[in-house]
Structures are given as C-alpha cells and as structure tokens.
C-alpha cells in the first residue's frame, strides 16, 4: 500500500469530564502502528490526550502520520436513532482505523443524497459488514448477533465493549435480509449504543434489552 498522506486516527469521547477508553484508544493505536510498520510518534500521545479530561463531553481526533500526532476537538454526534440505508457502495477490508476511508465516504453521500442519516455497507460478496463509522449489532430471538472480524471490519472499542457485557454475542456471516425485521442498534466508543430507528426505511423494532446494555456501555 502507498502510504504516502496515509494517517492512522482514533476517535475518542470526553464523557462527565473522563476519557472513559483511552487506554484501549492507545492500546489499538500502538498495534495499528506495529502491524503497519508506521513509524511511532515523538509526543507522547496520552500526554496529548489527556488534559482534555475535565471538559466535559467533547469529542478528540487523535491523527497520527509520519511520526507526528495531534489532537482535534469537535462536538459530540447527535444521539438520536437514526435512519440508515444499504449501502451500494461495497466495504473495503479495513482492519486498522486510517484515513483510507474512500468506501465509507462514498456510502455517507448516498445517505445524503437518500436523505437518511448514515449507511450500512455488505462485502462483495453481500454479507452484512458495517456502518461509515460504527458496527452493527442485531438480536435473532435470544441471541445477539454481530459481523464477525474476519469480514474485514474494523476491531472498534465500542464493539469490544458489547461483547464485554453481553452474553454470548454470536459473530456471524449474514446477509442483509437476514436483518430484516430484527431490532438493531449500532455502538462505537463516541456515542456509546444507539437504537436504529429504520433500515432502508422500514421502522426498525425496538427491544428492551437493548436500553439495559446500553446503560452499562460506559465504565
């Protein structure tokens, strides 16, 4: 891969005044770096991060590209379910959070463009992979479903997170109508877990069990 303008980056929410993942932010910032063969920052990351806890709820954007790191800060996301349709554009193997994103911002402008909130993108070969920037989770009865790693997805902080505290999350290869009718909810480690209020604008049904993980999502 050309790693010419290629950035690593991790997003990171400021909650209550703490950084509730931050080592887990670093955790995965210093594999992407190793497995990637990147060269490691000068500063100090977590000394970059961390003075920003105490602010109450932010968001960083951490970016780290030929060895220099810097932090951003916007506002928090909106929390509210959102509307989300399939995506045609088809995911691209993205194990490591970098700026090499093409697939996930082609599917936020058709989200635009279908005047829904976000987008789901499936693989070539039609499985169920993830949204522009969360995964997606789905309960099939008793059990809670996720896209298993090996599709390529990202490794996100928020999905280790569900599998922490819900029991038996099933990794699974699915096609999108196997997400029909299901009550779905995304996560990431910026907006925690969130209800999906429809699927290419069939309301999406909600479940309480949802509600109860997403009240125990932050440490």
């Not at 058709?110 to 309960?139: I, K, N």
């Not at 490794?155 to 290869?173: C, D, H, S, T, Y």
């Amino acid at each position: 891969m050309d790693r010419s303008g290629y950035a690593l980056i991790e997003t990171i929410r400021v909650r209550d005044g703490r950084i509730p993942f931050l080592e887990r932010h670093l955790a995965r910032l210093a594999r992407s770096l190793t497995e990637l063969g990147l060269p490691t920052p000068r500063q100090d990351v977590a000394a970059l991060v961390r003075p920003f806890a105490g602010t109450g709820d932010a968001v960083l954007r951490v970016e780290v590209q030929d060895g220099r790191a810097s932090v951003t800060v916007r506002e928090r996301p909106p929390l509210e379910p959102p509307a989300v349709i399939t995506a045609s554009t088809r995911h691209a193997a993205y194990s490591h959070k970098t700026t090499a994103r093409e697939c996930f911002v082609r599917a936020a402008e058709e989200a635009t463009e279908a005047q829904a909130d976000d987008a789901l993108l499936l693989t070539p070969e039609g499985w169920v992979a993830e949204g522009t920037v969360w995964t997606v989770f789905w309960w099939d009865g008793s059990a809670l479903h996720t896209p298993a790693l090996a599709l390529g997805i990202l490794p996100g902080i928020g999905r280790a997170r569900v599998l922490e505290i819900a029991n038996g999350v099933e990794e699974a290869r699915a096609p999108e109508p196997a997400l029909r009718g299901k009550s779905l909810f995304l996560t990431n480690a910026v907006r925690g877990i969130v209800p999906i209020a429809s699927l290419d604008q069939a309301p999406v049904p909600t479940d309480s069990r949802t509600s109860e993980l997403a009240t125990r999502f932050w440490p």
